[in-house]
Every structure is written in C-alpha cells, then in structure tokens.
C-alpha cells in the first residue's frame, strides 16, 4: 500500500441544494489481495479491499457493513445517476434532509437480509447479466 497525500488538499465545490466544499486530501494506491479500512470518529468502519479484478467497493452489505455501523442504500440522483451511499446508523435523519435538499431519492435499502432478498425477488423476473 501507498499513500500520496495532496498538499495541500485540492478544495472544490459540489451540491446542487447546498454547496458542500470538498477537500480531495490523496491518494491510496493498493496492490491485488490489499486492504484499507476507513473509520469515523463515531468507530463506524468501511473496507475497501483491491483484487486483480478491480475491488470489493464495500464489506457484504448486509453483513460486515452493517456489523460497522453502517447501512448501504442505492440512490437515484436528480440526473438518474446510480449511486450506493453508507449511511452511519444513528444519521439517517441527516441523509433524508440531504436527499431532500440534493433532490435525490432511495431506491433501495440494500442493509438487511430482508431486503436484500425483495431486490433479488423484484431483479428476478426478466433479469439476467448483459
């Protein structure tokens, strides 16, 4: 694993309810079969693990992620971009006025087994990988 801190931090601006400054702080650069975990201060924990093939995005969503604190949503943007965004539990409250604010909405709660299983009852019918 390598870090490569950006000094200092590029800072830009993003948000189309509110503008949110961002600060791109670095880069980490893993080789296949390497792990990073990233916490917050609250202790909620998320894994970015990298293979030869690409990388696991997150921990089993409705298992070691939710065991961390944290619960996975898809979220369509107001330009019908796709996203998968890590709620910490306990700041769901945050996120909806973020949706709101941002003009976004769930499509899905991706944390439980439960829903996990109505996703794939629903992607079921009709689906198949292209």
Known sequence: MKYEPT???R???VGRGE???IKDCGRVHLEADEQVTFVT????EYDVARKS???YATPSM???LAGFGLRSVLVRSYAAKLHVFLVERGREAE??????????RVVAWLDTD?????????LADGFSEV
Do not use: D, M, S
């Open 53 to 55: 093939w690409g990388f």
């Open 19 to 21: 503008t949110i400054q």
């Open 41 to 44: 201060e609250r202790g909620a």
């Open 11 to 13: 800072v830009f601006e």
């Open 7 to 9: 000094v200092p931090p």
């Open 95 to 104: 996120f909806r006025r973020y949706l709101e604010v941002e003009g976004h």
């Open 114 to 122: 439960e829903a996990c299983r109505t996703v794939e009852r629903k």
């Open 62 to 64: 409705n298992g070691r």
